[in-house]
């Protein structure tokens, strides 16, 4: 796993790498962005964009796309090596670790997704 922890529906994320090649970029109608924090709203097997390599995948509250053009037809999702846990950003923060995000600062859209974090 390339994330710290396992993450769950309903656990709060937050978006610490929102670089997406441009390609891949064009499948989608909703990315995420670095920094925002999100609420998990489903956790399955993904596939990376090579279509070879086995990924966990995140869908998240307020971001809905498009379905693949494969037999699965499932919603595309995001790698959970994208995200943090929030409890996780907060704590690395308590402990005086450096942070990943200078800000996170939930968009207004995003049901449940109220917490703030500043290093």
Do not use: W
């Not at 656990?11 to 441009?22: E, I, L, Q, S």
């Not at 995948?57 to 498009?66: A, E, I, Q, R, Y």
């Amino acid at each position: 796993m390339l994330y710290s922890e396992r993450m769950n529906v309903g656990d709060k994320v937050v978006c610490v790498d929102d670089r997406f090649a441009p390609e891949v970029a064009a499948l989608y109608t909703a990315l995420p962005k670095k920094g925002v924090v999100y609420v998990v709203r489903d956790v399955r097997l993904g596939i990376q964009p090579d279509c070879r390599t086995g990924d966990v995948s995140l869908l998240l509250v307020g971001l809905v796309n498009p379905r693949a053009e494969s037999r699965s037809a499932l919603e595309r999702g995001f790698s959970a090596a994208r995200f943090r846990r929030l409890e996780e950003v907060k704590e690395k923060a308590r402990r005086g670790e450096p942070a990943e995000l200078p800000v996170v600062v939930p968009l207004p859209h995003e049901t449940g997704a109220q917490d703030h974090f500043a290093a």
